[in-house]
């Protein structure tokens, strides 16, 4: 990330921690299609499969907008981002606008098509386990196509990463996971599984659906204390040990969000960050999708939109990675921040 850049989040995350009013969108995920090739058994975007809502000039128009806003840092994910063939023009813009640009992806194509990556400051490409695991998991010849990525990004020098959900099926091999990275010489990122307790339109299924893949309280705190272990011990482990510390003392065994505050940081979901789904509307958060009513930016505009977005209520901490991650941080989580220098920057 760029010294400049630097220098505007953090002087932006100071003043938000001491005004509470104010408001600046400086992480964005971005949906930008609900179209998948994998039909991972955890995931339900299979039945949320659509023509793409995003236009090439709507994408090139809304992140020009965002940059405005103060937007610094956007995050490309799907369904499967490959699957757009513009994607290499989109990446191309948010990076010649000085964003920090990260893509999330199976690895689609991507051997072929890997120079439409290189303006990306992180790729992290779906990495489950060993063979047997992963294709089970998200379907036969996955895992080939996850290491022939890895090998594309890596002959290239795009720094990547690899991303572990973690289920019952895979938390047993999760230091086979880090010892395939360490080989690599790239770093292996962990997640928890996500899920609503109910059914709603949304690639994140219920509970009742993936129950027998959902780890049980003891097992998410064994397999997390395991995971701290090896971080302490400079494992190549990319998640921050205060990542880990909230979900192993999540009290919550059945769901991912909490009406309660963390004591390691506050949610700044609709205040600092934001998710912009493929269908074009603005939620705070990503678990907001049928929940709450998304703001549609193509009729309000990026800045309209993000000027209308409210926090999710009765929402105050989660076990989401992408959102306790960044919460840490505007939260001034000294060692989250450190974690975050030292392996992004």
């Not at 779906?126 to 990525?149: C, F, I, M, N, W």
């Amino acid at each position: 990330m760029k010294l400049r850049n630097i220098v505007f989040i953090g002087k932006e995350v100071i003043l938000m921690n001491i005004l509470s009013s104010r408001r600046v969108p400086l992480s964005v995920h971005i949906g930008l299609t609900n179209r998948c090739n994998s039909r991972c058994r955890y995931c339900r975007f299979d039945r949320l499969s659509a023509p793409d809502y995003w236009t090439t000039e709507a994408l090139l128009k809304v992140l020009d907008d965002m940059r405005a806003a103060g937007t610094r840092r956007v995050q490309f994910t799907g369904g499967e981002p490959m699957l757009r063939k513009d994607i290499g023009v989109v990446l191309e813009r948010a990076k010649s606008l000085g964003l920090f640009t990260g893509i999330s992806t199976n690895g689609f194509q991507l051997p072929e098509r890997v120079n439409e990556l290189l303006p990306a400051d992180i790729v992290q490409v779906s990495y489950d386990g060993p063979e047997k695991v992963h294709d089970y998991l998200r379907g036969k010849g996955s895992h080939r196509t996850a290491q022939s990525a890895l090998d594309a990004l890596q002959n290239r020098g795009v720094p990547v990463w690899t991303n572990t959900v973690l289920t019952k099926v895979n938390a047993p091999r999760i230091e086979e996971i880090v010892e395939h990275a360490r080989s690599r010489k790239i770093a292996a990122n962990f997640v928890l599984l996500d899920y609503f307790q109910e059914p709603r339109e949304h690639f994140h299924p219920a509970r009742q659906e993936i129950a027998e893949l959902v780890l049980s309280g003891k097992q998410r705190q064994e397999t997390l204390r395991r995971l701290i272990v090896l971080k302490k011990t400079d494992a190549p482990v990319g998640g921050s040990v205060p990542y880990f510390e909230n979900a192993l003392n999540w009290p919550r065994d059945n769901q991912v969000t909490s009406p309660e505050q963390s004591p390691l940081y506050r949610c700044w979901a609709g205040r600092a960050t934001a998710h912009l789904e493929a269908d074009g509307k603005l939620y705070a958060c990503g678990m907001g999708v049928g929940r709450m009513e998304g703001i549609d930016v193509l009729e309000n505009g990026f800045a309209g939109a993000w000027r209308r977005l409210k926090p999710q209520p009765g929402c105050r901490s989660c076990t989401m990675a992408c959102g306790v991650e960044a919460n840490l941080i505007f939260s001034l989580n000294r060692r989250a921040i450190w974690n975050w220098i030292r392996e992004m920057i």
